[in-house]
Structure formats: structure tokens, C-alpha cells
């Protein structure tokens, strides 16, 4: 590792700290604002962006979705918001802890813990949604707060990081090392990016095309980091995305199955989703989709399945939002509609097992250049 | 007590009824069981309520032999404190078919006193065996029979009539009659369950053939004020009803035997003389104003007969032809039948033709109705088109019928007289509620009176909502004139209206403990088909309901939201007190301080404000207290 690199991590770990002292504090000034209303005889109440539909608006300058200007009065006197200002109270709480003792924690783990507390979540969904409350409140994605979801993502490829949790802090790794890939999980997504010799990111949907390519060395044939999003990307990858998009300035592409909902995981790395339109630091807005698109079935002659009706409905029901209006979101949207059929990245097996990373990927890189 | 002293009179043979006795309710064991019970709990219940004596009836139904499969053999036994009946008369009363003492109109029970006699004729077909009645009418003596009827002859036959000494009145009736307990028992109870229910100053014990005993003790001791026995009104009547009551008004030449002339020579003064034919004409003259109408026809006879006392011992009338003017007599002396002119100018001859005509329209309307007074009778004359001096006597079958049918038209009629009915009343009905469910709300109401048809009715109903109530859904108890109606219930008029509330917006919602008590009472139920058990939907019965259930429905719904809002101020008390310290606990540690914020202000507020409501509800717990 170069001289230069371990300052540069040094600065990185030194503005994690300095993050991480201002989420203290946030979460400190909330705790101390209920604290005096209860010790003056009120019953202590605060204000959440509203997340209703009505809410969510389209920021063309951010390229994403953002929250509106409404928001609700979270008061705990309202019986019927007791108990969840309560939740959101201890999931604060929680967090608080989770942070200043650089402890991780699932989605999954925050439910089963809360039980050890008296708070009763009646399932993980309503704990996941109280996560998103205190994402809503303090801005901050919950990742800041230690609380990840359950890994299902991996990354590949040549990339030194340097871990910031507890017990590792220092210990650097490359991502080569292990053909399987490394989870995206809370260490990952916390550790300082050193360096890399690649030159490009390519996000896949799919676990099996990822392992085909980590056989086919795409990394090295292309120079490439290879990351399986597993579906819909989960929030950390998104994060790491964005992160090796703005801190190694690496350009961005994704690979989905041709189909609609292929074309919305895409479009959710690049612009966020609608769920998530109270946090800003999850887009890539630079990231290109290069396909599958439905344009590519025709010109490939991919093996086909028809569309289901619930695709068609969700063809039609992107054409109504405001990101899909123009250029190959649109054009492909169309396509899907006209063709009523879809096809998968597997499809590409049907002209041999490397052909997609042999004659498809390579011209897909080039066209990226153009995109 | 004249008044209230029953009539007794023997009407018709027991052949036709043993011929009809399916009619009856005595078609099979099962149900004959359940029948016989009634009859004899209602006689019993209907005679304490007549003398105002606060009922106390034992039911006991025991097997004959208890191992044997049903249907068998029991012996049903039911006692009452009520006056007991006359030793003379219970021969006939037990003994005979349509032997009753109840005619007339006012609200009972039974009818006739039929059904008990029905019930022993069945006994009798079943198993051939007496009837065993015992009576005391004085608290003393108790005269104990042992009785089969004489079926072709309607007659009583005595095998044992003995005498004992008793200390108290009343009136045991035991029967041996085939049944079925096994499958009549869930009805029977039921049966005594709501009787209770609705008889809550009559105490009632039933004991049953496995020995399990069921109490009903009396809960309150007032009883309701009799009925009174009242004319019918005129909307009640139809023609035969008409035709009969002016058999009844109509005035027969009496029978001229020894007793008959005995009465005239006394009520003339002439009890030892014997006077001439025209001495006694005159003498009947001068005393023409204080003589009674019989002695007054029997001067009129003489008058044409022209025969002293000795010579009118010798005949017998036989008949009065009014058209021809002719008067015919049996003649014991030459045995053979005699005629006379009689002169309509005599003013005897309209004596004689008053008293086989009959009376007067005017006349018959105002004695024999209700709500009809002279003036309203010869009003109703003209309306009728008949003279008010019309003689009923006269009358053809078509006038008749035109009578009956402008008496139902005639709209200046008052409503009918409700005195001769017998609600419960509102206390009691409410006492005996509240002890048999012990609710948490009750209310009830009895409308006044109003009529269909020219029968007074009067609507009588009662809410209980939880407490003791452990049913779900709404539970219906219909009577009819303090009979429960244990069946049928589907197609009840009061079913038919408590379904059509739309319980939801009087706050009683999903399966509400809610338990209605229903009574209607009239001179005449009307029942939608022969087994009494359910009420047809006479849209003025319908509309009395109607408005007793919304009337009580309002109330409930009252009780409701108070207790609506104390269950929430109560709730709300117990989320703060399990929320608010967590969020101080977790705030404290956020803030970073280490004593916890003094969070006890809050929920002591709130407690103050629950306790305000809590006394609210404590004034009025239940309605109507």
C-alpha cells in the first residue's frame, strides 16, 4: 500500500468519526427535547415528514425522488400513536447505542431485540417501518445508524479496502482474493475504499450470471468490479455504488434481465426509489443501463417467455412516472409493450455459455461509452 | 265477591273433541306431555289471578316406572293456593267436556277451561286410568274425587269421592297419561323458565322425573290488577256473534208449571185466595207497575186464555204465532192442541209480541256493547238504515247480516276498553327482568292501550344488555298473555320487527348480550295458525312494537356510549401507564442524564379526568332506577 493511499484513508477515517459525533448529537438533542417536555408536564410530541404518496415529488434538478413539504405531528397523547412514538422512541434509543459502541444490527435483529425491552413489534414489517420513521426524522439512512439489512449482495473484484469497525479497524483486504465474492454487509459497507486498479463497475441482477462472470474473469478481461445486486440492489449496495462512483470515480453499469422490472432495478440504482424519497445519498444518477433491452430481443433473437399481466400493468404504470419520459426508458418501455414478451440474461445461453461474456458484454461496454 | 263468582254451564259433548283431540295438542306423547302441562299450570295460574291471590304452583311429573323406555306411563300432579272449586261442582268441571266458567271477554290465559279437560280425557284414552282432584275452597275441609269420563255421554263418572282435613285452599289436579319426558323435558323446562319470567309474583316449582328440581321463587309481591269482564265491542263482532247474543236478549215465554203460577198469585198478593178469572185481571191491573216482566207475559197469556190459576195448571203453551195472530196451548185435560185469536188491539197482545220479538235496536246495541250509548245507537241506526225502534226479532238474515257489517263500518265508534286486560305492568316486568338476567342496563315500557279490529291489545316490552346475560345475540322471550310462545318463532310478528332494527346504530353491534322481552296482550291474540305460537303481523300490532323497541333502543344506545367512553378513558389510563415511563427510560439515556424525568404530572392528569367519568357513570349505572 502506497504512502498516499494511508493518508487518504486517514482523512476518510477521520470524516467518519467526525459522521458519526454528528449523529451523537442529532439523536442526543431529540432524546433531550422529550426528556424536558416530560419532566414539564407535557406529554412530548415531534414532527416526521409526511411519506404519503401525496408527498413524494420528483426532483428533476436532484434526479430523484424527494419528500414534499407536508409533515405529520407524531404526538405521544394520541393513544392511537402511542405506541409507535414509543417504538420510534426506543428504535433512537437503540440506535444510540448501536452507534456510540460501533455495533451492527439487522433489520431482523432490531425486531427480535426490541422483545428484550417490552416494546412489541407485531411483525419485522412493523419494525422496518419505524426504521424508516427515524430515517425520516433524522435524515439519515439507517446504515448511519448500524441497522443494515440481511446480506444477499456481493462484490468482486480488485479493490483494497480498510475496515472501520470494531476489532478490524486498520486490517485492509482486496476483493479478489475469494472467487465467491465478498458480502455487502456492514463492514463493507463501512470500510474505507483504498484503491483500485478497475476501471469500471458492473452491477448484475442476477447471483448466477455474477459467478459466470467471476469464472469468465470479466474483472480482469474487462477491468472491471463486479457486483451482484441480488434483485432490487439492497440500500448498503446502493451505497457502495454510489461510493465507488464518487470516491474511486469509477463509471457505473447495469446488467438486468430484459423485462420491466429489470429496467426499474436499473432505474432505482440511478434515481432512488419512491420508498426512499426521504434519503438523498443513495442514487447514482450517472449509472447506465445497458441492457437487457427489450430492443435486444429482437436484435439478438433471444428465446422469449410472454409477459404476465401483472408486467403489463407495471409497463403501463411506469409510463406514468416522470423519470420514464424520455430517452431508452421510454423507448424500451414501449418496446416491452408492443413485444409482450420478455427474455432473461440466461437467454444468451442458447448461442453458448460464454457468449454473453465473450460477444454481448463487449459491445454493451462500448455502447456505454455513447450512452 | 258475586262479581268475580264463576259461572258454570255444560255446553257440548266430549265426543267431538275425542274425535279431534290432534286439534287440541294431544296428537303424540312428546307433545301431549308438554300440552297437559301447560293447560294445568295455566288453569292453575288463571285462577289465582282472578281472586288476587299471589300464585304458588308445584309441578311435579314423576314415571310410573322409571326403567321402562319412553314413551310411558307418568303421573303429572300440579297444585296450586288458588280458590279451589266448589266440591258440587268438580264432577262437572273434571268430569265434562266444555265445562268452564271462563265466557265473556276479558284476557286469560286459557279458554273455557277446555284444554284441562282435554288433558284428563287423554290421560283417561292412554292409560285408563282417573283423574284424581283435590279442592279445598275454605282451607278446612278438602274434598278429594277420583274421576273417569263417560265419553258418549259426556258425564262424569265418581269411583271415589272422600272428604280430609286440610290447612290449606287451593286445588290439586293428578293425571296418569302417556308421554315422552325424554323428548317433551328442554321444552317443558323452557316452559317453566318463561312462565317465571313473565309471572314474577307467582312462585314456581317444577320437579321432574329424574328428580331434578327446578325453583322459580315469587320476586315481587305485588300483583297486577285484574281484568274485568267487559261487553265485546262493536268491531269485534260478526254475525254469529251478533246472532247469538240476541238469543240471549231475547225474552222466551216462561214455562207455566207450579212454581211459575206460585210466583204470579204471590207477586199479586194472592198466595192463599183463590179469585176469579176477572178478579185476578183486575187485580193484576192495579199492580200492573210493580210486576216483573215473566209475571207480566204470564197476565197477558191468562188474559187470552181467559182461565183462572186452577184452569191454566191444566195447559201448556205451545206456541205464539205473532202473524196470525194466534195463540197455541196443549190442553192435559182432553190431551189435545188447542188455538185462540188473540186481539191486537188488546194492549196484552203487545206485551206477548214485545216479549217474543225482542228488544229494540237501540236497546240490544247499548246493553250488550261497549262504547255504544243511546245516542250513538240511533246515530248508528241511521247509519245503518234501520229504524231504532227495529225489534231484533224481527230481523231477517239479510238485515242481520247487513247489522254485522255496518257495525264493522260505523267509524264513529270509541276505541275499545282496555280495562279488560291484564299487562304485567312496568315495575314488575322490570323487577323480574333484573333478577332473572341481572343486566348491566334494563329498561322497559308498556305502551297504551290501542286496538285491531275491535280487540283491545296492549304492548308490553323489556331490553337487558350484559351483566349476567351470557347468550350472544340478540335472545327474543315473546308472550302472549303471560304465555310464553316457546315456537314458531321465525315467523312472530315481534321477531319479524326486531330483525328490521338496525341494532348497529343503537350501538349494539356484532352478537350483543342482549336479551328482549316481549308481551302482548289482548282479548284476542292473533294467532297465525292453530298452535298458538306465533303472532300474525296486524300492521297496528306491528306499529306498537315497532315504536316500543325504538323507545327502549334509544335508551340503549345512551347507556352505550356512556359506557363506550369510560372503557376508553379506562383504556387510554392503561396505555399512558405503560408507554409513558418506557419513552422517559429511553429519552433519559438518549439525552444523556442519568435521573429520569419526573413523567408522574402526565399521568395523574389523566387520571382525573378518567375518575370525572367514572362518577358520571355511577349516577346512572342503569336506566331507569
Redesign the interface.
Known sequence: MSKTSESKAKALSKKTLEKQKNILEMLKSHGAKIYDDLDNGLFPKFSIPSRSVSNIVYDKKLRQYILGNSSALRSSKNTSQLRSFTQLMWLAFFANRLTTEKKSSTLRDIYYSSQAFEIDFEDQGESDNIIVDLEAVTTRPREDFHIFPEERSSIFGDLNIEYTIPGYEGKTMNLSNHPDGYAIGPSLTTAELVDTSAEIVIAIEKGGLFTRFVEEQVDKKFKSIIINTGGQAPRSTRTLLKRLHDEMKLPVIILTDGDVYGEHIAMVIKSGSANAAHLRELTVPDAKWVGVWATDIEKYKLPTIPMTESDIKRCYDLQKDPRYLDGIWKKELEVFLRLKRKAELEAFSKYGLTNITDKYLPQKLELAKSL | MSSTKEKYDQISPSEFFYRNRDLAGFSNPTRSLYTAVREFVENGLDACDQRGILPDIRLTIKAVDPEKPDPKQYILTVKDNGPGIESKHIPLAFGTVLYGSKFGLKQARGMFGLGATMAILYGQITTNKPVTVKSSTDAQISNEYELLLDIQKNKPVVLKHKTKEVAKKGLSVSIFLEGDYSKAGSKIRDYVYQTSLITPYASITFEDPKGEKYQYPRMINTMPKPPTVIRPHPYGTDVETIRRMMVESQFEIPTIDDMMIEKVRKDLGLSKKNLSFTAIMDKARKRWKTLSRQVRVVIALMSFLKMDFEKLNKIRIEDLDVPNKKLFYWDFSDSQSKSIDMDPESQYYKQLTNTVQGETLTAFLTKKFQRVGPTTAVKFAKFAGFKPEKRLGTMTNQELAKLSESLQKYDDFMGPDPSCLAPLGEEPLEKGMKKFFEPDFLTVIQRSASAYSGFPFVVEMGIAYGGNISTRGIKVYRFANRIPLLYDEGSDVVLKVVNDIDWSRYKAKGDPPLVIVSHICSTRIPYKTAGKENVADRQEIERELKLCIQFMARKLSVFMNKRGQAEAAK??AN??AK??P????????????KKE???Q??LQ?EKSIESEQKILQEEKPIENE
Open positions: 383504556k387510554r396505555l399512558y408507554y409513558v418506557l419513552i422517559a427510560q429511553f429519552c433519559t439515556e438518549l439525552a444523556g442524564k424525568p419526573n413523567y404530572k402526565i392528569e
